[in-house]
């Protein structure tokens, strides 16, 4: 095998397989300096200059039964983080304004929690509803594990894309969480897409997992075709089981999104939460060759990268806000 035989199967069109992805992983085999260049041109080839821009509202936060260990928001962990029911209208509308305003792209409603029902719902509904009524970004929504009856109504409202995270490897999840499975969420996804919602879908790395389950991961993403890729590098919080989880280092996060480019090539990859955990200069060499979208403002339950900030970093490396 050899990067440049994987680069044009890629620029062709067509899927490189286990083996390529596995060996893409190999730093001995394959170097990271033409890697990135692969990816770089994969990028350029199927991705827009114009960056893709996201922000979240944290619309209900902790109390959540689920004992996902990476969490904070989870109830079987002592975190300090902090709880609240459903924000109200007024503060969702003010938050909506703020990321217009600042020429943010898409904007989601988030949620802590299993699921939503009842009355939170038809809440969230209304809100997205006047959301979209306002006009000027587009809509996405990560509410849990949802009925189709639930996205049905959620796209009649306005939204556009929702987010289910896979979160890692198949063979890696069971031993991260255990109140829910791999199988709940593409059942949610498969819903989602049923009712005529895109889909956004990603995960953490650095929850312990091996490259190899890297691969695994951005091999099973494939199978659902996400329009939208997050890439969340893990954020240790105090508390949980991974709080003391050490921090990878900018080569095999530079390596782990190149890959990703190479099975996603058409996809948006997103830089989400820990990005803090990325010194400067890799993140501007992951803007310039693997990754075209961001999370920008402040993220669930850790602090994200200040907008202006970010789009400094965005048009330094080469795109369009």
């Avoid at 394959?30 to 893709?52: H, I, M, N, Q, W």
């Avoid at 922000?55 to 079987?76: F, H, M, T, Y």
């Avoid at 969230?124 to 306002?134: D, F, N, P, Q, T």
Wanted: charged residues 25%.
């Amino acid at each position: 095998m050899n990067i440049s035989d994987i680069k044009e199967k890629v620029l062709s069109g067509s899927e490189i397989t286990p083996e390529e992805a596995l060996w893409l992983a190999d730093s001995e085999a394959c170097p990271l300096e033409p890697l990135l260049e692969a990816a770089a041109e994969v990028t350029a080839r199927f991705g827009s200059r114009k960056f893709d821009s996201c922000s979240i509202i944290n619309a209900r936060s902790g109390l959540c039964p689920e004992d996902c260990k990476w969490c904070a928001q989870s109830v079987r962990y002592a975190t300090g983080a902090e709880t609240y029911p459903l924000v109200d209208r007024e503060l969702c509308m003010k938050m909506g304004e703020m990321n217009r305003e600042a020429g943010i792209g898409r904007f989601s409603l988030v949620t802590s929690g299993r699921s939503l029902t009842g009355k939170a719902l038809d809440k969230v509904c209304e809100y997205i509803a006047e959301l979209h009524s306002r006009g000027g970004m587009g809509l996405c929504a990560s509410l849990g594990l949802l009925t189709s009856e639930a996205l049905v109504r959620l796209r009649e409202a306005g939204v556009e894309r929702y987010h289910c995270n896979l979160e890692t490897a198949p063979s890696h999840f069971p031993t991260l969480c255990s109140t829910h499975t791999l199988a709940d969420k593409k059942a949610t996804i498969r819903a989602a897409r049923e009712a005529g919602l895109e889909i956004c879908s990603g995960g953490i790395i650095g929850m312990g997992e091996t490259m190899e389950q890297r691969v695994e991961f951005a091999l099973s993403l494939r199978e659902i075709s996400p329009v939208s890729i997050p890439i969340n590098i893990l954020h240790p919080i105090p508390g949980t089981p991974l709080g003391n989880q050490p921090p990878l280092s900018g080569d095999e996060i530079l390596r782990t999104v190149a890959i990703f480019r190479m099975v996603h090539p058409r996809a948006v990859l997103r830089f989400a939460g820990g990005r803090d955990r990325i010194p400067h200069d890799a993140q501007l060499t992951a803007l310039r060759t693997a990754v075209n979208g961001a999370i920008m403002g402040d993220l669930l339950t850790t602090i994200g990268a200040k907008i202006e900030e970010d789009k400094q970093m965005i048009k330094e490396a080469g795109y369009e806000f």
